[in-house]
């Protein structure tokens, strides 16, 4: 048996990407999670560190697990900093840690996160000064601790950053394309798309992998965090290597490897194919994948019914209009001729190329790629008859 230490609920919060935050909370109530409440790009909910050590691992949509420890009000400068100095930053963090503050201000007397993040940091170090003689020093790429200030409205909320490094950064991705996107924008598509983790899924501009990669770790249950082998709570002074131990061991007794997914990949760029290859291959999801070098408008459909999961480029790199254009003409030609009695969905930041698509969606669900807003597509390819498609409008 786990020690026992594991005590009590406390309230935390996931972080995630405009657009997903049902999808995440979803993740959470799967995990056990209680009082789940979606927010703005994030979700709050309560559990104990099982369950803190637990969403780092398996949650494919958060980007950040938060644990908040104070909340007060501040009208001014020199209440900010009497209030954070007044905190024992002793429970903390210790004088030999590196820390970083990220603050987010909105509504706020105080205009500059920065300036805020700059008076707390010099609470901090004020605090430890004065009891020490000496001062911890600040590590912004790094940091043994990470500090989280979101200031509304004056009130400010302070939470230690679980993460540490963004759990997008899953820790298999060896190759990248020029943009590739974001693991968790990827999985939270996949999420989305209504594939049900079963049927053939297919994915002809796979760049350099990164929906292939995401739906064979979903499709055999493998938790995006295994890959990784460092987290902020690891320098946590309540750290508990065992629990972690177990809640790892957790995660992979519950993998699938055995099921038969058909997962399928390629792209018209040989270069992008042999990424692609290799960070699948650094995974150890190779042999979950079939991949190929291919254009799309020579594809034809693998299996009897499936689903396309692609995000085409959405032409800031190709150039012409008319180019693009003529890019997402073709995307729906080839699914019209080659692909009926499969599902698609298109995820794309370039909403006036994808009226050449030729086909009306089922669904248009928004989402942000970075700065740039962007829609999933839903469409249902059905054989001859469209009437159906107008009904499911």
């Not at 009590?8 to 996931?14: L, Y």
């Not at 938790?223 to 508990?240: K, L, N, Q, S, T």
């Not at 969606?361 to 469409?379: A, D, V």
Request: aromatic share 10%; hydrophobic share 35%; glycine share 6%.
């Amino acid at each position: 048996m786990a020690k026992a230490k594991s005590s009590g609920n406390f309230n935390m919060t996931a972080t995630t990407l405009a657009g997903l935050e049902e999808v995440l909370a979803q993740e959470l109530r799967d995990l056990g999670a209680q009082y789940v409440k979606p927010g703005v790009r994030a979700v709050t909910f309560s559990g104990n560190q099982y369950l803190l050590y637990q969403a780092n691992l398996c949650c494919r949509t958060a980007i950040r697990i938060l644990k908040p420890f104070a909340q007060f009000k501040a009208r001014d400068e020199k209440e900010l900093y009497m209030k954070v100095r007044e905190l024992d930053w002793d429970k903390y963090m210790s004088l030999n840690d590196t820390f970083a503050i990220n603050a987010v201000v909105s509504r706020s007397t105080f205009e500059h996160s920065l300036y805020v993040s700059q008076l707390t940091k010099d609470a901090i170090v004020d605090q430890f000064r004065e009891k020490t003689g000496r001062r911890p020093n600040i590590d912004v790429t790094t940091p043994d601790v990470r500090i989280n200030l979101h200031m509304h409205e004056n009130i400010v909320s302070l939470a230690l950053d679980s993460s540490g490094d963004s759990l997008h950064r899953r820790g298999y991705r060896q190759q990248t394309n020029v943009a590739p996107l974001n693991e968790v924008l990827a999985a939270g598509i996949l999420l989305l798309s209504g594939w049900d983790k079963r049927t053939p899924l297919y994915d002809p501009m796979c760049g350099s992998g990164t929906f292939l990669a995401e739906a064979a770790m979903i499709a055999h249950n493998i938790a995006p965090g295994v890959y990784r082998r460092d987290y902020g709570f690891m320098r946590w002074p309540d750290y508990e290597a065992d629990l972690y131990k177990r809640v790892y061991q957790d995660a992979l007794s519950k993998e699938d490897l055995e099921v038969e997914v058909d997962i399928y990949g390629s792209d018209v760029d040989p270069d992008f194919v042999e990424a692609a290859f290799q960070n699948l291959e650094y995974a150890e999801l190779e042999q979950y994948v079939r991949i190929k070098e291919l254009d799309f408008k020579e594809a034809v459909k693998p299996t009897d019914q499936g689903i396309i999961v692609m995000n085409p480029p959405y032409g800031e790199r190709i150039g012409e209009e008319s180019e693009i254009n003529g890019l997402y003409k073709m995307i729906g030609d080839t699914l019209k001729a080659n692909f009926q009695d499969w599902d698609a969905a298109i995820f794309t930041g370039n909403l006036e190329a994808a009226k050449h698509i030729g086909l009306k969606p089922s669904r248009r669900i928004p989402l942000y790629n970075g700065p740039i807003e962007c829609r999933l597509f839903k469409y249902e390819l059905y054989r001859g008859s469209r009437k159906e498609k107008e009904v499911s409008e």
